[in-house]
């Protein structure tokens, strides 16, 4: 939630019904006219730089009871200008504006707003001019593309502590046109909304697709025997760089080795200082690496966060594969990589999921997600 800052000016109403109602604001001509400045400060106490994404009260809101974050209204300070009255600075901003669901709603008819998170907005090509009085706060929004298996975290689900907003849609508001297209991948075509649903990824190359977990169980989309071993190695073998599953199980059997210990142990062999044993190439990776990469790739805020664990279960696979075909070692710094980096694995190790996930399969490869 924004700081102690003291909400100050409504801001008139939204461009949505009617441009630029900002009492005051400059003519296009004078704007042109005004002096470029890179911030400016409301209230000694926040600063607002070009670039930034703000939050500003809702017209009607009451600065001193004001909303809570998910009703502010959401925008990016594009382009800052002051001009001189009575000797004082008086600066306005130029905001493209973030929609709300239920604004797009209003636009667009068939858009379902139900689909979207509680801290979702998509990003308008409608710009108003401003007063810097508008502004309360500096806020975190960040994009969301859903197909990106390495999308960074995004803190932004109603569970989070420290929210700010995502999009993962632009909108051209005179054309009323959403893209990419509001439709899910699931089965459903119907949009993951991250409060709500929980999702699984098939990874492979040409599948990339995310199913809701309800949506594959009414469906029966369930591997029907299979033990839990199983199951973890077929999790393990679903590559997210080829169509075809990695051959795990030509790792598990036992191969002599040269042991991993240093020093003169007995039986080592002409003063090298190395013994043989016989272990299986998957038996000498990390436990928590291998642990990881045999999670099913999920998201959803009951299953650890917006983005979920994909970007740290793709990674831990990638590292496996390359250590057991010889082509990398487990490198120095992969547990930042592949844990520390992902916060619904994190989350995942610290709590344990809400709920455990049944052995769906994937409805076109028929591989395990
Ligand atoms: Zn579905
Ligand atoms: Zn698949």
Same mark, same amino acid.
């Given at each position: 939630?924004?700081? /102690?800052?003291?909400?100050?000016?409504?801001?008139?109403?939204?461009?949505?019904?009617?441009?630029?109602?900002?009492?005051?604001?400059?003519?296009?001509?004078?704007?042109?006219?005004?002096?470029?400045i890179a911030a400016?400060?409301?209230?000694?106490?926040? /600063?607002f730089k070009k670039g930034d994404?703000?939050?500003?009260?809702?017209?009607?809101?009451?600065?001193?009871?004001?909303?809570?974050?998910?009703?502010?209204?959401?925008?990016?300070l594009r382009d800052i200008?002051?001009?001189?009255?009575?000797?004082?600075?008086?600066?306005?901003?130029?905001?493209?504006?973030?929609?709300?669901?239920?604004?797009? /709603?209003?636009?667009?008819?068939?858009?379902?707003?139900?689909?979207?998170?509680?801290?979702?907005?998509?990003?308008?090509?409608?710009?108003?001019?401003?007063?810097?009085?508008?502004?309360?706060?500096?806020?975190?929004?960040?994009?969301?593309?859903?197909?990106?298996?390495?999308?960074?975290?995004?803190?932004?689900?109603?569970?989070?502590?420290?929210?700010?907003?995502?999009?993962?849609?632009?909108?051209?508001?005179?054309?009323?046109?959403?893209?990419?297209?509001?439709?899910?991948?699931?089965?459903?075509?119907?949009?993951?909304?991250?409060?709500?649903?929980?999702?699984?990824?098939?990874?492979?190359?040409?599948?990339?697709?995310?199913?809701?977990?309800?949506?594959?169980?009414?469906?029966?989309?369930?591997?029907?025997?299979?033990?839990?071993?199983?199951?973890?190695?077929?999790?393990?073998?679903?590559?997210?760089?080829?169509?075809?599953?990695?051959?795990?199980?030509?790792?598990?059997?036992?191969?002599?080795?040269?042991?991993?210990?240093?020093?003169?142990?007995?039986?080592?062999?002409?003063?090298?200082?190395?013994?043989?044993?016989?272990?299986?190439?998957?038996?000498?990776?990390?436990?928590?690496?291998?642990?990881?990469?045999?999670?099913?790739?999920?998201?959803?805020?009951?299953?650890?966060?917006?983005?979920?664990?994909?970007?740290?279960?793709?990674?831990?696979?990638?590292?496996?594969?390359?250590?057991?075909?010889?082509?990398?070692?487990?490198?120095?710094?992969?547990?930042?990589?592949?844990?520390?980096?992902? /916060?619904?694995?994190?989350?995942?190790?610290?709590?344990?999921?809400?709920?455990?996930?049944?052995?769906?399969?994937?409805?076109?490869?028929?591989?395990?997600?």
């Open positions: 939630m924004p700081r /102690k800052h003291r909400f100050r000016l409504t801001m008139p109403k939204k461009s949505l019904v009617q441009r630029n109602r900002n009492a005051g604001a400059p003519s296009d001509a004078e704007w042109e006219r005004m002096e470029v400016f400060q409301v209230d000694d106490e926040q /600063k994404f703000a939050i500003l009260l809702p017209d009607m809101a009451d600065p001193d009871n004001p909303p809570r974050l998910h009703e502010f209204w959401v925008g990016i200008r002051a001009r001189h009255i009575h000797g004082e600075n008086d600066v306005w901003v130029r905001v493209q504006w973030f929609y709300s669901p239920d604004d797009v /709603k209003s636009l667009i008819k068939s858009f379902d707003a139900s689909t979207c998170g509680r801290y979702e907005r998509v990003l308008s090509d409608d710009f108003t001019i401003v007063s810097l009085t508008c502004f309360s706060d500096v806020i975190s929004v960040k994009e969301y593309v859903e197909s990106n298996i390495d999308q960074e975290d995004i803190y932004a689900c109603e569970r989070d502590q420290d929210t700010g907003f995502f999009y993962r849609y632009d909108l051209e508001h005179r054309a009323r046109t959403i893209n990419p297209k509001h439709i899910g991948t699931c089965l459903c075509s119907i949009p993951y909304n991250p409060d709500k649903d929980i999702m699984h990824l098939c990874p492979h190359p040409s599948c990339r697709r995310w199913y809701h977990r309800t949506c594959l169980v009414i469906r029966g989309s369930i591997e029907s025997k299979v033990t839990k071993r199983e199951r973890e190695d077929s999790l393990l073998s679903s590559s997210p760089d080829s169509d075809e599953p990695f051959p795990v199980a030509a790792y598990q059997h036992p191969v002599p080795m040269p042991s991993p210990k240093k020093g003169r142990g007995p039986g080592t062999g002409r003063g090298k200082g190395k013994s043989i044993v016989h272990v299986s190439p998957l038996a000498t990776l990390p436990e928590d690496l291998l642990e990881t990469a045999r999670l099913p790739i999920v998201k959803g805020a009951k299953v650890g966060g917006l983005v979920g664990n994909v970007r740290g279960v793709v990674a831990a696979r990638r590292i496996v594969y390359a250590a057991l075909e010889g082509r990398e070692p487990v490198p120095k710094g992969w547990r930042e990589k592949v844990i520390d980096g992902c /916060k619904a694995i994190r989350e995942e190790a610290a709590y344990g999921w809400e709920d455990e996930a049944p052995p769906l399969k994937c409805p076109q490869c028929q591989g395990a997600i």
